[in-house]
C-alpha cells in the first residue's frame, strides 16, 4: 500500500512569513495527526483528526496555527505568521482507528526552518 | 498530565553486547509502543504493545510492558551497527500518543 503522503519536505521561510503543509494518508484511514519534532524531541501531538472532525487540538497554537481536513482525506497544516521558535520537522501519521492496536504510519515529514 | 521518561537518552555500546532501553510513564494506558527514527528520517514502528505481560521480539529486538509498574523495556541482543538509530517508546492516552524523548543508540565495532 502507499504510505503517507507529505509536501514539501524542505522549507525555508522568514519569520512573520505564512507556510502551508500537505498530507495525504493512507487510503481509508480514518484518523490524521500532526506532529511537530523539534530537534532532538520526540513528536509533539499538534492536532488529530477523525475522518473530517477535529478530536484534540488541545496542543495547537492556535494564534498562529491551523488545520483542515477536507472532506476527511487529505490535510493541509498552516502556520501564520511563522516564529523562529517554529523550525521543526512536520510530520503527518495516519491510523485506522483511533483507539486500538493499531499502529500509526508516519509520512517523510516537512522540515521547516524559520530565519 | 502524562509524562513519558526514557532512559538512558543516550547509548553508545560495542557490536555483539546487550543492553536495555527503559520507559516509564506517570498515568494508566494499556497501549505502548516503540518507533525507530534513522537521522533524516520518519518513524518506522517497531512494536504495539497492548496489554500487561505483553512480549513482542523481532530479529535482535524485544519489547515488554509491565501496566502495573508503568513500564516498558526494549532489550537489545548482541547489537549490530545497522541497529543505531533513535528509539522513542509513545504511550496511548485516549485517541493518541505521547512520546518519550527518545534514545540515541550508537552500536560502535
Known amino acids: 500500500e502507499a504510505g503517507v503522503a507529505q509536501s514539501p519536505r524542505y522549507k525555508i521561510i522568514e519569520k512573520r512569513q505564512s507556510v502551508a503543509f500537505w498530507c495525504n494518508p493512507i487510503?481509508?484511514?480514518?484518523?490524521l495527526y500532526w506532529y511537530q519534532q523539534i530537534l532532538g524531541q520526540g513528536p509533539k501531538l499538534l492536532i488529530q483528526?477523525?475522518?473530517?472532525?477535529?478530536?484534540?487540538d488541545s496542543q495547537l497554537p492556535k494564534d498562529r496555527f491551523s488545520a483542515e481536513r477536507l472532506k476527511g482525506v487529505d490535510s493541509t497544516l498552516k502556520i501564520q505568521p511563522a516564529k523562529l521558535e517554529d523550525s521543526a520537522v512536520y510530520l503527518c501519521?495516519?491510523?485506522?482507528?483511533?483507539?486500538?492496536?493499531?499502529?500509526?504510519?508516519f509520512g517523510s515529514g516537512t522540515r521547516l526552518t524559520v530565519v | 498530565e502524562l509524562k513519558v521518561e526514557q532512559n538512558p537518552l543516550f547509548l553508545s555500546m560495542q557490536e555483539g553486547k546487550n543492553y536495555t532501553i527503559y520507559c516509564n510513564y506517570s498515568?494508566?494506558?494499556?497501549?505502548l509502543y516503540w518507533y525507530r527514527q534513522d537521522p533524516g528520517k520518519s518513524l518506522e514502528s517497531l512494536f504495539v504493545?497492548?496489554?500487561?505481560?505483553a512480549v513482542k521480539q523481532e530479529g535482535r529486538l524485544m519489547a515488554s510492558l509491565d501496566t502495573k509498574a508503568r513500564l516498558s523495556t526494549l532489550h537489545i541482543t548482541a547489537a549490530v551497527h545497522d541497529l543505531s538509530a533513535t528509539y522513542f517508546c509513545?504511550?496511548?492516552?485516549?485517541?493518541?500518543?505521547?512520546f518519550g524523548a527518545g534514545t540515541r543508540l550508537t552500536v560502535k565495532p
Open positions: 501519521a495516519s491510523s485506522l482507528q483511533s483507539i486500538g492496536g493499531y499502529g500509526y504510519t
Open positions: 487510503s481509508g484511514h480514518a484518523t
Open positions: 483528526f477523525q475522518n473530517n472532525g477535529v478530536v484534540d
Open positions: 498515568t494508566t494506558s494499556d497501549r
Open positions: 504493545l497492548l496489554s500487561n505481560g
Open positions: 509513545a504511550v496511548g492516552l485516549s485517541g493518541d500518543m505521547r
